[in-house]
């Protein structure tokens, strides 16, 4: 656990920028270019942390409390939710706990500080894995639900859906253990890049076939019935649309720490990449972001939640 601001040591140790106080500001490069870098104060970085807690915690409750939410989609979303909640209480906890030891508040011993590392390294980075296979599982289900609707219910059982869940945290945990144990090799950045990719592609595959399709399918759905009203492919349609949007906004929020992870292994030393990382506090406050604003989609887009 770096001192130097809230800088996660997967990153962290290998890019030793500090959060000074809150400004833009033009920094030298070893090499001579000024970048621009945005420095994200302390206070901010916990505030938006505790938001993102407490609005995760809502939309968690908010599912487990109405039984019309008990299906197999809503369980992925709490389960992102889940997810988003972690991530906040990783780095409110790791933040808070560098602060307080660069205070001299909190006197720990350096093997006991490397332990709890370790654990919200961890913790970290299982979420963010864990977020990226729910919304892979969210994109599945809603193709299901568009192109087997007749089928759907006794295809995405609830049995199935805790069965994936529980692989998905179970494969999370170990995979993240192993990101942190050897945080040090390029293979490790390799390897969560290219989990980022493909599960981006995967997506993107779904979605522009689940739009390609999705009017044809319902007009062949809607003729068969005589009645297109009873039939849920509305709600498979605005379910497709919501989890467009979430991957949105998710791309946009993680985008830049993988764009960050990326030229680590592609130009660690080049002047420009060396813009980039200056600017790393500000990736870890827009996945805080994505955190905060998924709960808002969650709101807006489903009137029973």
Known sequence: MSGQGPQRR?????NGTSPATPHFELAANQTGPRCLEVSIPDGLFLSLGLVSVVENVLVVAAIAKN???????YYFIGCLAVSD???????????AVMLLVAAGTLAAQAAVVQQLDDI??????????????????????????????????????LQRAWRAISAIWVASVLSSTLFIAYYNHTAVL???VSFFVAMLVLMAVLYVHMLARACQHARGIARLHKRQHFIPQGFGLKGAATLTILLGIFFL???????H????????????CGCVFQNFNLFLTLIICNSIIDPFIYAFRSQEL
Do not use: K
């Open 85 to 95: 909640l972690l991530v906040s209480v990783g780095n409110v906890l790791e933040t």
């Open 10 to 14: 997967l990153l962290g140790s290998l």
């Open 261 to 272: 992870l990326s030229l680590m292994v592609l130009c660690p030393q080049h002047p420009i």
């Open 120 to 157: 919200i390294d961890v913790l970290i980075c299982g979420s963010m894995v864990s977020s990226l296979c729910f919304l892979g599982a969210i994109a599945v289900d809603r193709y299901l639900s568009i192109f087997y609707a007749l089928r759907y219910h006794s295809i995405v059982t």
């Open 253 to 259: 929020c993680w985008g830049p720490f993988f764009l």
């Open 190 to 192: 390799l390897c969560l």
């Open 67 to 73: 039984r019309n939410l008990h299906s197999p989609m």
